[in-house]
C-alpha cells in the first residue's frame, strides 16, 4: 500500500523501522532528541524510543563524527546528524581520515556502519554558512559512500538501505525538499545504493539532475513537453559509488546532456558526469557538447533574490535544455 | 620526407583502380616491396608494393574506393622522421648550430630545418621566436588545403560516427549547428539524399520500376571487372552485328594422336587437352584465312579494320568471379607441347589472379571452351575488337554414317562467331571448313 508522505515523514519512518528492528541503530545529534531535529525529522522518536536511543549531543560536529565512527567500529549501527551540511566542514578528520580509511588500514577486520544525514541546500534565506552543498567534497574521498536522494519514496528506501550497509554512508538531505509529497510504500524496503533511475523517459535530450534539481528537472520536462521537446530526466541517486551505466545509455540514445546540480559548477559533480559520459561509448553519440547548469561560482547569498539567481530554478534548466536542443537540430 | 604511395597505372588503358583490401594497417611498419594493398582493375587484381620502406600512414582511401591512377593514396613515412617523432625532445641540433632547448623541441615538433635558420639570440643562437618566424615565413607553402579543411571541419562527435559509418566525407556536408558545426542530422539528410540517388540508379540500370511490390532484395552496383565486362559485351552485342556457323567435328584421329602425344606433351610440362588440339588447329587456320584474325575499332568517326600477322589466341578461362581472357602470343609459332605448356600456365595464374594486364589484353582471335559441361553447342559474343571468336561444345559420340553402315564417333560442335560488318559468311565458312579438316585430319597441322 501506498500513501502520500512529506519527504521529512519518510525518512523519519525509515529510521523508525529500523530502530525498531535493530537495537542497535540509535540516533545522535545536536536537537535530535528533545526538540524532534531542527527541520524536525526526527519529531517522536525521543518519546518513542528514549533517551538511551535518541542521543542529544553538545553543538560539536567533530564529537557527533567521532562518536558515530568510535560506536560503528564496535558493532553499532549509528545514525548521525549533522544539522546543516556547512558543519560538516567541523567533523572532515572523522569522516575523511578515520571513518572513510580505517576498515581499509585494519586489513577489514574492523567495518564502520553508520549513516550521517544532512540536510544541504540553499533556498531557505539561511545565507552562506548555512545553504552549502558539499557532497562533491565526499565523492572525493574513497572509503565513503554519498547517497542523495530526490523523492519521499527514494529516501526512505535509500536510507534503509544505508543502515543495512556496512560502509559510512553521507546521507545527503535537502532541505527545499522535506515537505515535497509523494507517494511512499508502507513497511520495511530497501533500494540498493548505486541503482541510477530513469525518471522520465524522453528521447530528445537527456538531463541528469540530482537531489533538489531532479525535481526542478521534472517540472522543466513537463513544459517542455509542451513544446514537443521529450526529455529524460535520469537521477543517480547514489553518486559514490555511480552507477554510471543508465546515463550513458540513456545519452546514447538523445545524443545531448543537460547535467544538474545545485552545488558550485567548478569542482562540483557534474565535472565527474561530464567526464564518465565523454570517457564512454557514449562519446560518439554526442550531438552536442555536454553541458553544465549549476550554482554559481559564490557563497550562497543572504538576500532573497540573489540567492534564487545563484541557484538554477526551473526557468533557467527550462532555458538551457531548449538551447541545447535547438543547437542539436 | 614520406614517399606517396599512389594508385599505380598497371596498363596503358587503365584510367582508376579500386582498393580490394589494405593488407598494412595505417601505423604499421613496411620494407621496400612489401605488399600494401590489393587493386582492381578493369580488367583483373593486382598487388601494390611498398615504394619505400617506413611507416604507413595517412591511408585516404578504404575498401571499394574508385580512385584515378597516380593519385596519392597514402604517405610512407621514412623511419627518421618516425623516429624523431617519437624521440622529439633529444633529437640534436645539427653541428655548429646554437640552438636555446625549447627552439630546439619547437623545430623537432613542426620539422623546421635549424640549419636555415638565423639566430637572433646571444653568439647567434636560435630562439623560441627564430623559429616561430621560419615556421610563419614557411606557412604558405606547406598548406595543404585538403588536409587542413579535414582537419578543420566543426562536426560532433554523432555526426563524426555516422560519417565514418557510412563513409561520408564532413568537408563536403554543411552544418546547420551553431558556427557551422556539422551534428547528426546533417549527415543523415546527406545520407538518405545519396540513397535515393543510389536506388534510382540502380533501378534505371536493372530496369525495375520505383515501387516494385514485393521488390526486397538489395541490389549491389557494378564494380571493377565485372563493370568492364557488362559494358563490353553489351556494347559488342548492339554494335557488331554477329553471324554464326556450326560444324561438327570427328574426333577419331586426334583421340588416336592424343594417346601417342600424351606422354611426351606432359614431359614438356603441359596436358594434351582438346582445347590445346583446337588452339593449335585454330592458329593454322588463320594463318591461311587471315581476315578472321583483326580487329575492327572505331577511330574517331571512322571503322578501322586492322588485320593481324601474328595470331594472339586468347583463351577464355571461368574464374570465380568472372571470365579472363590471357592471350597466347604468336600462337602459331608454338608446337603443341609448347602450346600445351603455355595454355597450362595462363589459366592456372588466372585462377589465383596473378596474370599480369599484359598477358590478358592484346588478342586477335578467342576460343571459349564449355565442352567440360553437357553443353553441346553454344555461340559467343564477340570480344571486342576482335571480329571473330570460336565457341566449343561438348565432344561425345555419335552415330555416324560411313556409306553403309553406322558407326559410332566421337563427335565435337564448334560455333564460330564472326563480326558481319567485315566477315562475310562464304569467308567465315572457309575458315570453319579448313578447321574442321585441320582436327578431322590432323595431319595437315605438319604442312
Redesign the interface.
Known amino acids: 500500500m501506498s500513501r502520500e508522505l512529506t519527504y521529512a515523514e519518510a525518512v523519519r519512518e525509515a529510521i523508525d523501522l529500523a530502530m525498531a528492528r535493530d537495537e542497535r541503530v540509535f540516533l545522535v545529534g545536536e536537537d535530535v532528541g528533545v526538540y524532534g531535529g531542527a527541520f524536525g525529522v526526527t519529531d517522536g522518536l525521543y518519546q518513542k524510543y528514549g533517551p538511551e536511543r535518541v542521543r542529544d549531543t553538545p553543538i560539536s560536529e567533530a564529537v557527533i563524527a567521532g562518536v558515530a565512527t568510535g560506536a560503528a567500529l564496535t558493532g553499532m549501527r549509528p545514525i548521525a546528524e549533522i544539522q546543516f551540511m556547512d558543519f560538516i566542514t567541523l567533523s572532515m578528520e572523522q569522516l575523511v581520515l578515520q571513518a572513510a580509511k580505517l576498515r581499509f588500514m585494519l586489513g577489514g577486520k574492523v567495518q564502520v556502519p553508520f549513516v550521517l544525514r544532512t540536510p544541504a541546500g540553499a533556498g531557505t534565506g539561511a545565507a552562506a554558512q548555512h545553504s552549502e552543498s558539499l557532497e562533491n567534497w565526499f565523492v572525493h574521498v574513497p572509503g565513503l559512500k554519498v547517497v542523495m536522494p530526490s523523492t519521499p519514496a527514494d529516501a526512505k528506501g535509500l536510507l534503509l538501505a544505508s543502515i543495512e550497509d556496512p560502509n559510512p554512508v553521507i546521507f545527503v538531505e535537502h532541505k527545499l525538499l522535506y515537505r515535497t509529497k509523494g507517494a511512499v510504500p508502507e513497511g520495511y524496503y530497501t533500494i540498493p545504493l548505486s541503482q541510477t533511475e530513469v525518471k522520465r523517459p524522453g528521447r530528445d535530450l537527456t538531463i541528469v539532475a540530482t537531489s533538489l534539481m531532479v525535481v526542478r528537472a521534472l517540472e522543466a520536462a513537463e513544459r517542455l513537453a509542451k513544446e514537443g521537446v521529450e526529455v529524460e530526466v535520469v537521477d543517480p541517486r547514489t553518486l559514490k559509488p555511480l552507477d554510471a551505466e543508465p546515463i550513458i545509455r540513456s545519452v546514447c540514445k538523445t545524443g545531448r546532456v543537460l547535467i544538474v546540480h545545485e552545488a558550485c559548477k567548478t569542482g562540483g559533480f557534474g565535472g565527474e558526469l561530464a567526464a564518465v559520459i565523454a570517457e564512454s561509448e557514449a562519446f560518439d553519440y554526442l550531438d552536442a557538447p555536454i553541458r553544465r547548469l549549476a550554482g554559481l561560482d559564490i557563497p550562497v547569498p543572504y538576500n532573497r533574490e540573489l540567492e534564487r539567481r545563484m541557484v538554477p530554478q526551473v526557468e533557467d534548466i527550462v532555458d538551457a535544455a531548449r538551447r541545447l536542443v535547438k543547437e542539436a537540430r | 620526407m614520406a614517399t606517396p604511395v599512389i594508385m599505380p597505372k598497371f596498363g596503358m588503358a587503365q584510367e582508376e583502380g579500386t582498393i580490394i583490401r589494405w593488407l598494412k594497417q595505417e601505423g604499421e611498419r613496411v620494407e621496400k616491396g612489401e605488399t600494401l594493398l590489393e587493386v582492381q582493375t578493369d580488367k583483373i587484381d593486382m598487388e601494390v608494393e611498398a615504394p619505400a620502406s617506413g611507416v604507413l600512414t595517412d591511408v585516404r582511401y578504404g575498401p571499394d574506393a574508385t580512385v584515378p591512377v597516380t593519385t596519392v593514396i597514402a604517405l610512407i613515412a621514412a623511419p627518421e622522421e618516425v623516429a624523431a617523432a617519437e624521440a622529439r625532445p633529444s633529437s640534436a641540433p645539427s653541428a655548429g648550430v646554437r640552438v636555446s632547448p625549447v627552439a630546439q623541441r619547437m623545430a623537432a615538433a613542426t620539422g623546421v630545418d635549424l640549419t636555415q635558420v638565423t639566430g637572433s639570440g646571444p653568439q647567434g643562437r636560435i630562439v623560441k621566436s627564430d623559429v616561430a618566424g621560419a615556421l610563419q615565413a614557411q606557412a604558405p607553402q606547406r598548406a595543404q588545403p585538403q588536409e587542413d579543411e579535414t582537419r578543420r571541419v566543426r562536426a560532433?562527435?554523432?555526426?563524426?560516427?555516422l560519417a565514418r559509418e557510412h563513409g561520408i566525407a564532413l568537408a563536403a556536408l554543411t552544418g546547420?549547428?551553431?558556427q557551422g558545426r556539422i551534428?547528426?542530422?546533417d549527415v543523415e539528410k546527406a545520407l538518405s539524399s545519396e540513397k535515393r540517388g543510389e536506388r534510382r540508379e540502380k533501378e534505371e540500370a536493372i530496369g525495375v520500376q520505383p515501387g516494385t511490390p514485393g521488390e526486397t532484395a538489395v541490389g549491389e552496383p557494378l564494380r571493377g571487372k565485372r563493370r568492364t565486362i557488362a559494358s563490353r559485351l553489351s556494347q559488342s552485342w548492339q554494335n557488331a552485328p554477329h553471324i554464326f556457323l556450326t560444324t561438327s567435328i570427328d574426333l577419331t584421329r586426334i583421340d588416336a594422336l592424343t594417346k601417342e602425344l600424351a606422354d611426351d606433351v606432359e614431359a614438356a610440362g603441359g596436358r594434351l587437352t582438346l582445347t590445346v588440339w583446337i588452339a593449335r588447329a585454330v592458329a593454322a587456320a588463320l594463318q591461311r584465312h587471315p581476315r578472321l584474325n583483326a580487329w575492327l575499332r572505331l577511330d574517331g568517326e571512322q571503322l578501322v579494320y586492322t588485320q593481324h600477322e601474328s595470331v594472339h589466341l586468347g583463351v577464355a578461362v571461368a574464374v570465380e568471379d568472372g571470365l579472363l581472357v590471357p592471350v597466347v602470343r604468336n600462337a602459331e609459332t608454338l608446337g603443341l607441347a609448347a602450346l600445351a605448356a603455355r595454355i597450362g600456365d595462363l589459366s592456372a595464374r588466372a585462377r589465383t589472379g596473378q596474370l599480369t594486364p599484359d598477358e590478358v589484353s592484346g588478342g586477335s582471335f578467342t576460343l571459349s571452351n564449355l565442352g567440360m559441361y553437357p553443353v553441346e553447342h553454344f555461340t559467343a559474343i564477340l570480344n571486342p575488337p576482335e571480329v571473330a571468336i570460336l565457341a566449343v561444345g561438348r565432344a561425345q559420340v555419335q552415330p555416324f554414317w560411313n556409306g553403309a553402315a553406322f558407326e559410332p564417333r566421337r563427335m565435337m560442335q564448334v560455333t564460330l562467331s564472326a563480326d558481319h560488318r567485315v566477315i562475310d559468311g562464304a569467308i567465315a565458312a572457309a575458315f570453319l571448313a579448313e578447321l574442321k579438316r585441320l582436327l578431322e585430319e590432323p595431319a595437315r597441322l605438319l604442312l
Open positions: 560532433t562527435p554523432a555526426a563524426r560516427r546547420s549547428g551553431p551534428q547528426a542530422a
